[in-house]
């Protein structure tokens, strides 16, 4: 049975109840194969499960898609019980923001170095959004695991100074990036994509796995290949690049022009107006 809790009160009250190792699933619903896997991941690991389901207000700019954002609580729900999960807790804004206004004067901001780079350069405030509001879900819930997929990377480097810096005894765990048949990743945000548009995103994983042939056939410095999959990538029009990075695996920090391994290429770009982030690492 899958129960639906929508009050700190009452997650409180089951989870006191429930069996451990506990294992915490956050995401922004709308859920997917990138999700489910996760949700696998945790129902693996721990005797009880819990998914949250939360459209965070603070991690979103002015001009970005807060209100548009797809939520179906109804179909997630009925994902959360096909899979055998035993808690949602989807609260309300108001449940987990008293005051709104003041909690976004006052976030939690993580260091410049991993909130100034990649979607930090455009997403202003977007990681101080996402650590507030995970370190509130960590604080409630307590779980003994959490979930994160590699697909948001920059968010699980933000996640592991959180619990580093909070000294939080919270086990995180990675899962590999789910794709589709044609390589594009799954995510919410998908779903803005036409048909059309869907086969030109799948563009963005092939980019970033010509780069990772580039650099492993060492013809390529770490430059060439970005410029590589970035010519490719400019014969859609449709596909506006934000950026296409290399990033080291310790800290997200730039690697050196002849670097053949422990790093990330990493993309944002704008299909038509939806802007997907994806990356790749070099083993
Ligand atoms: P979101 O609902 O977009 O905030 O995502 C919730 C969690 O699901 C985050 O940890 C994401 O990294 C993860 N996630 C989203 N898409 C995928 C995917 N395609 N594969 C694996 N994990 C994913």
Same mark, same amino acid.
């Given at each position: 049975?899958?129960?639906?809790?929508?009050?700190?009160?009452?997650?409180?009250?089951?989870?006191?109840?429930?069996?451990?190792?506990?294992?915490?699933?956050?995401?922004?619903?709308?859920?997917?194969?990138?999700?489910?896997?996760?949700?696998?991941?945790?129902?693996?690991?721990?005797?009880?499960?819990?998914?949250?389901?939360?459209?965070?207000?603070?991690?979103?700019?002015?001009?970005?898609?807060?209100?548009?954002?797809?939520?179906?609580?109804?179909?997630?729900?009925?994902?959360?019980?096909?899979?055998?999960?035993?808690?949602?807790?989807?609260?309300?804004?108001?449940?987990?923001?008293?005051?709104?206004?003041?909690?976004?004067?006052?976030?939690?901001?993580?260091?410049?170095?991993?909130?100034?780079?990649?979607?930090?350069?455009?997403?202003?405030?977007?990681?101080?959004?996402?650590?507030?509001?995970?370190?509130?879900?960590?604080?409630?819930?307590?779980?003994?695991?959490?979930?994160?997929?590699?697909?948001?990377?920059?968010?699980?480097?933000?996640?592991?100074?959180?619990?580093?810096?909070?000294?939080?005894?919270?086990?995180?765990?990675?899962?590999?990036?789910?794709?589709?048949?044609?390589?594009?990743?799954?995510?919410?945000?998908?779903?803005?994509?036409?048909?059309?548009?869907?086969?030109?995103? +799948?563009? =963005?994983? %092939?980019?970033?796995?010509? !780069? #990772?042939? &580039?650099?492993?056939?060492? *013809?390529?410095?770490?430059?060439?290949?970005?410029?590589?999959?970035?010519?490719?990538?400019?014969?859609?029009?449709?596909?506006?690049?934000?950026?296409?990075?290399?990033?080291?695996? +310790?800290? =997200?920090? %730039?690697?050196?022009?002849? !670097? #053949?391994? &422990?790093?990330?290429?990493? *993309?944002?770009?704008?299909?038509?107006?939806?802007?997907?982030?994806?990356?790749?690492?070099?083993?």
């Amino acid at each position: 049975m899958t129960l639906l809790i929508k009050s700190i009160k009452d997650i409180k009250d089951v989870i006191a109840k429930s069996e451990r190792p506990l294992g915490l699933v956050p995401t922004m619903g709308s859920l997917h194969e990138g999700h489910i896997s996760l949700i696998k991941a945790a129902k693996n690991d721990c005797k009880t499960t819990i998914v949250y389901v939360f459209v965070n207000p603070l991690q979103f700019g002015p001009n970005e898609d807060f209100d548009q954002y797809p939520r179906d609580l109804e179909k997630d729900l009925e994902i959360c019980k096909q899979n055998n999960i035993d808690i949602v807790f989807a609260p309300e804004v108001s449940e987990i923001y008293p005051n709104l206004e003041d909690s976004k004067k006052n976030p939690i901001h993580p260091p410049k170095e991993l909130t100034d780079i990649l979607c930090g350069k455009t997403r202003i405030d977007h990681f101080s959004g996402v650590a507030t509001v995970i370190k509130k879900f960590f604080e409630i819930i307590e779980p003994d695991f959490t979930y994160f997929g590699e697909k948001d990377l920059q968010q699980f480097y933000v996640i592991k100074w959180l619990v580093e810096k909070f000294n939080l005894p919270i086990k995180i765990k990675s899962c590999p990036t789910i794709r589709e048949s044609t390589g594009l990743a799954y995510s919410s945000r998908n779903r803005y994509l036409t048909p059309e548009g869907k086969i030109v995103a +799948a563009s =963005l994983y %092939k980019a970033l796995k010509l !780069a #990772k042939e &580039n650099t492993r056939s060492g *013809i390529f410095s770490v430059n060439k290949s970005v410029l590589e999959s970035l010519i490719f990538l400019s014969h859609f029009q449709e596909i506006k690049v934000e950026y296409f990075d290399a990033r080291n695996k +310790a800290n =997200l920090e %730039k690697v050196s022009e002849d !670097a #053949k391994h &422990n790093f990330y290429y990493l *993309i944002a770009a704008k299909i038509n107006n939806v802007r997907l982030i994806d990356n790749i690492e070099i083993t």
